[in-house]
């Protein structure tokens, strides 16, 4: 009885041993393979305006042997959601200030890589006339309808030449129409929102972004009198800093900056690379 419990303590220690012998092979390989930073899938988060963007490297990263998915949110806030969650590895929708005010709002760490790479732009837009010199008196201009748009359309227009603004905003902290001091085409500013872009010849001229009139349907490039551009507004990749000396995302980077990627970005998708 004593050699049979001897046995099956025996053979129980050695079924122990293998388990835990085959145990630590897999983690052994499990962990070699985070050390060299390998990756098979890299999924990518883009929103609807963006989906140009999002795809334009895509080729190039396949070829570096990884399976990409583009995955398209219909709002805002969730590509940086899933990427907090890690349901995504990495996003590109969204500049700077709007990065920097999620991390303020969520607490998170998001950081955009560097170089950025597209930036969008706002256009002066009329199908009256060839050139802002020869648009026509009276009439409406369109402007947007939130209010820090508002302000920044104003002064948009009064680089343009079309009207004065006050020196300081006379309520708040943005300009609205009441702090239009010369209006000398007698111009009628009205909100609207996207199907502005439609109705176009309801207005004398209007101010539009070059990647909301894409998703809307309307060549950006199109009757486009004046293009007004910032830098600090320019779209790039975002990672989470825990990620940022990963392999991978270095991949990512040399394949979104590469000039193929680049040329997979159509003008009328209203994305221009940075210069």
């Known amino acids: 009885m004593k050699k ?3 046995r099956l303590l025996l053979c129980t220690a050695f079924i122990a041993a293998c388990a835990a012998g085959c145990g630590k092979s897999d983690t052994q390989d499990q962990d070699t393979s985070l050390a060299e930073g390998k990756k098979e899938k890299i999924i990518i988060g883009t929103s609807s305006v963006s989906v140009d963007l999002a795809n334009s490297g895509k080729e190039e990263l396949e070829k570096l042997g ?37 991390n303020e709002s969520n607490g998170t760490e998001i ?15 009329s199908d009256k006339a060839d050139n802002i010199e020869d648009l026509p008196d009276g009439g409406k201009v369109g402007i947007a309808e939130d209010a820090s748009n508002i302000s920044e359309q104003l ?13 300081e ?13 010369e209006n000398p085409h007698n111009y009628e500013f009205v909100s609207g929102d996207r199907n502005k872009y439609q109705n176009m010849d309801e ?13 809307a349907g309307i060549d950006p490039t199109d009757n486009l009198l004046m293009k007004f551009t910032h830098d600090d507004l ?10 940022q000396d990963e392999q991978w995302v270095q991949d990512i980077m040399d394949a979104y900056t590469s000039d193929n990627a680049r040329a997979n970005v159509p003008a009328s998708s209203g994305f221009e690379p940075v210069q």
């Open 234 to 243: 320019a779209l790039g990749m975002c990672i989470t800093k825990e990620n």
């Open 203 to 215: 207005y004398v001229c209007l101010i539009g972004t070059s990647n909301t009139m894409a998703e």
């Open 169 to 181: 905003p006379t309520s708040g902290e943005f300009y609205t129409v009441a702090d239009i001091v």
């Open 155 to 167: 002064g948009q227009l009064q680089e343009a030449g079309i009207i004065t603004l006050s020196d």
């Open 66 to 102: 990884y399976e990409v998915e583009i995955k398209v949110f219909d709002d805002y806030v969730l590509p940086n959601s899933a990427l907090t969650e890690g349901s995504i590895d990495a996003n590109i929708y969204q500049h700077e200030p709007y990065m920097d005010n999620y």
């Open 4 to 6: 049979k419990l001897l």
């Open 111 to 125: 950081i955009m890589l560097s170089p950025k790479l597209y930036n969008y732009y706002s256009g002066l837009y």
